[in-house]
Nanobody, 124 residues
Framework: QVQLVESGGGLVQAGDSLRLSCAAS????????MGWFRQAPGKERELVAF????????YYADSVRGRFTISRDSAKNTLYLQMNGLKPEDTAVYYC?????????????????WGQGTQVTVSS
């Protein structure tokens, strides 16, 4: 059974950093395309970072490029999102997800496995 478990969210001030972790189990990870999404209240879920496989060139949304870094540790089966220079507009529930279809990597519907989400709140 595939499981994704996020951790690392919290309440921080603008300019601070956080590192989110996503522990994967159930036979996926090293060759699985993985993404970090976020969803703010009243807004659609959006992709913020994507990693096709270890060593591939990652994708970042324009709003986070230069501040966020996605990485993977195959030995620990863990996906990370390092978030620096946090802004109030980064406030959202963050989800890691495993892509299970050949669809658009930016579309949530292309991902078949999701974590439970972790809240990130950035105060001004």
């Amino acid at each position: 059974q595939v499981q994704l478990v996020e951790s690392g969210g919290g309440l921080v001030q603008a300019g601070d950093s956080l590192r989110l972790s996503c522990a994967a189990s159930g036979g996926i990870f090293s060759s699985t395309h993985m993404g970090w999404f976020r969803q703010a209240p009243g807004k659609e879920r959006e992709l913020v970072a994507f990693s096709a496989w270890i060593g591939s060139v990652p994708y970042y949304a324009d709003s986070v490029r230069g501040r966020f870094t996605i990485s993977r540790d195959s030995a620990k089966n863990t996906l990370y999102l390092q978030m620096n220079g946090l802004k109030p507009e980064d406030t959202a529930v963050y989800y890691c997800a495993a892509k299970t279809t050949s669809g658009n990597y930016r579309a949530p519907a292309s991902y078949g496995y999701w974590g439970q989400g972790t809240q990130v709140t950035v105060s001004s």
